[in-house]
Structures are given as structure tokens and as C-alpha cells.
């Protein structure tokens, strides 16, 4: 079974149909990217599956039960967690409360300090940082901070989209260690990213995305190889 699985999912805005009928399924320990040019429609995708936009057609399950409907803040508590593109950071709470309200919807402080030592590990800036006000840290630093919030509700499955925007390569390079990381940890990632090629290296499978439809699917290995992919995403 699926952890994540998408049918038939329809949106739109207003009269324009944005997404037209796509259907995929994530299964867990995978990372699965979803790629595709601007306006394809990956972004919208993305907040169809996690709640904050309406769908007109299709539905959601994520492990076998049927979220469709499920509102937004009510996901995290189902194991979906988020960093949103532009990584949505309380730009006026220090590093470690961004943190602690990554962790509101858990019990416990022994598991939140052990939660929080292990996010420090992945990336010690933060530990440094800790009392700090976010809005003040870099772009990278704010990205890295962004997955750690999301992490600290142990997802099973997390939706990263465009982690990679705006970044140094230095950061891009650090983050997308830290999916790899997490993923090799137990948590299964949905990535929407358009660096494709490196989306593409590190991911199981992929999924390319034409104007609101899928219009391709194989191992990242495959599409990394695949002339059309290349000439149209990768640079070639």
C-alpha cells in the first residue's frame, strides 16, 4: 500500500483548471520529486494534497485512510508535515521557538529536548543561533530552520517544496544532504524542487509535470537519462 496516494485530483481557479486529473502515489521510505517548468502546476499540487487549497475533483489517502477533506492543521497530527516554498518562518520568534511550535502538536519534553538535540546535530548553526531572532538568520540558515520545525513533529511523510530557492550552492548542497539524511532516518519525502537535476539524483522515483497534467514518470535514474527530460529540464 501507498503511503501517499493522489487520484484523480482536479483544481481550480475559478474557471481555469489548473490541475487536470493527476494521479500519483508516494510509497514509504521513498523520495519521490515532482518536476516541472513554472506555472506547471507542482506548488498547486502541493497545497491540493496538504489542505489549503480546495479540491474540485479526486481524492487524498495518506496510509490507507482518506484525507481529502482533512483541513490543514489537522494533517500534522495524521504524520504530514510541510516547508513551504519561501520556508514560512515566524519571522519574529527566535530560532528555538520556531523550533518549540514545530513540536506543539507532540507531548513530552524528554522527547522534544531529544527531538531538538537531534535537530541541533543536523545543523549546529541553529544551536548557535538558538535565541536569535529567525527573521534576522540567512536565506540557507532560515531554509535549514524551516525543515527542522518540520521535523520536529517526526513526520512520516514530508512535503518539501522548492527547498532550494534563493540558495547559495553551498546551502543547496547542505540541504539536500539533510533529505537524504532524513530520508535514510525513515522519513518519506515528497519533493517539488526546480533544480530538477539534483531533485532527479537523489530521488527514487519522479514524476514530470506539463501544464496541470503528468505527463511522465520513472526512477530518477531513468529521467536523468531521458533525452527529452534533459533537453527540456536538466540543461542538456
Do not use: C, W
Not at 30 to 47: C, Q
Not at 92 to 102: A, I, M, R, W
Amino acid at each position: 500500500m501507498a503511503l501517499l496516494e493522489v487520484k484523480d485530483l482536479e483544481v481550480n481557479y475559478g474557471l481555469i483548471k489548473a490541475i487536470k486529473g493527476v494521479s500519483f502515489e508516494v510509497n514509504e521510505g521513498e523520495i519521490v520529486a515532482l518536476i516541472g517548468a513554472n506555472g506547471a502546476g507542482k506548488t498547486t499540487i502541493m497545497h491540493a494534497i496538504n489542505g489549503i487549497i480546495p479540491k474540485a475533483r479526486g481524492n487524498v489517502t495518506l496510509q490507507g485512510e482518506d484525507i481529502t477533506s482533512t483541513p490543514a492543521h489537522k494533517l500534522i497530527y495524521k504524520g504530514m508535515a510541510q516547508v513551504p516554498e519561501g520556508r514560512r518562518i515566524f519571522q519574529e520568534l527566535t530560532v528555538f521557538e520556531n523550533l518549540q511550535l514545530g513540536y506543539y502538536s507532540k507531548k513530552g519534553k524528554a522527547e522534544f529536548e531529544e527531538k531538538l538535540t537531534e535537530m541541533y546535530e543536523h545543523f549546529p548553526i541553529l544551536k548557535q543561533r538558538s535565541s536569535q531572532i529567525a527573521g534576522t538568520l540567512s536565506g540557507g540558515e532560515q531554509q535549514m530552520l524551516a525543515m527542522s520545525r518540520a521535523m520536529m513533529s517526526s513526520p512520516k511523510l514530508l512535503l518539501l517544496d522548492e527547498p532550494s530557492m534563493g540558495l547559495s550552492p553551498l546551502y543547496v548542497n547542505t540541504i539536500f544532504e539533510m533529505i537524504e539524511t532524513v530520508n535514510k532516518q525513515g522519513t518519506t519525502v515528497l519533493l517539488v524542487e526546480q533544480n530538477a537535476k539534483k531533485a532527479l539524483t537523489i530521488a527514487n522515483r519522479g514524476y514530470v509535470l506539463e501544464i496541470g497534467k503528468m505527463v511522465k514518470t520513472g526512477t530518477g535514474a531513468d529521467l536523468l537519462n531521458d533525452e527529452e527530460i534533459v533537453k527540456a529540464y536538466l540543461g542538456g
